[in-house]
């Protein structure tokens, strides 16, 4: 918790909910639409359900950034300078491109805007090599599949 960044947290909670919320409405207005019976969408709640709704989606958008973005430490057998080729063409060939660079941090992103629309734009992946481990932060899915496959490109190849 000692990186915690509380701006980017809110960020990502005003994003999910936003996000949850037009999902819910293009749900309802599609079952409204496609219903035979001309249920409207008043029909659909009872009263009192939309403070529970809204506590509902307020939940959800503060809990999951925390559990849907993770910091992972990956070990190499070598250093960094040794492996980034290799790191560099797992990130490429899980269609992600390096956004930035600096002295102990890469930047990638991934290369399909839809996705990244799909993602909220909360796609990125930070790269951290100042130490080995190399950390890396980001959505948790894309974390572990990412460290996996860094681990596996990176290993040592053993004698048959």
Not at 4 to 17: G, M, N, W
Not at 31 to 48: A, K
Not at 121 to 132: G, K, M
Request: charged share 25%; net charge positive.
């Amino acid at each position: 918790m000692k990186d915690f960044d509380i701006k980017k947290y809110l960020i990502r909670v005003v994003k999910y909910a936003i996000y949850l919320t037009i999902i819910f409405f293009l749900l309802i207005a599609i079952m409204s639409v496609t219903s035979n019976q001309g249920l409207h969408y008043e029909n659909f709640f009872r009263p009192g359900t939309g403070s529970q709704l809204l506590i509902f989606f307020g939940v959800i958008s503060f809990v999951y950034p925390f559990f849907g973005f993770v910091k992972k430490k990956v070990y190499l057998n070598h250093n960094f300078t040794e492996d980034k080729e290799k790191i560099k063409e797992v990130f490429l060939n899980s269609r992600y491109i390096m956004v930035s660079e600096d002295a102990t941090t890469i930047t990638f992103k991934h290369s399909s805007k839809f996705i990244q629309a799909l993602r909220l734009f909360e796609d990125s992946i930070i790269l951290d090599f100042s130490d080995n481990p190399i950390t890396l932060d980001g959505m948790r899915k894309d974390v572990y599949r990412l460290s996996r496959s860094i681990e596996y490109a990176t290993r040592e190849n053993l004698p048959e």
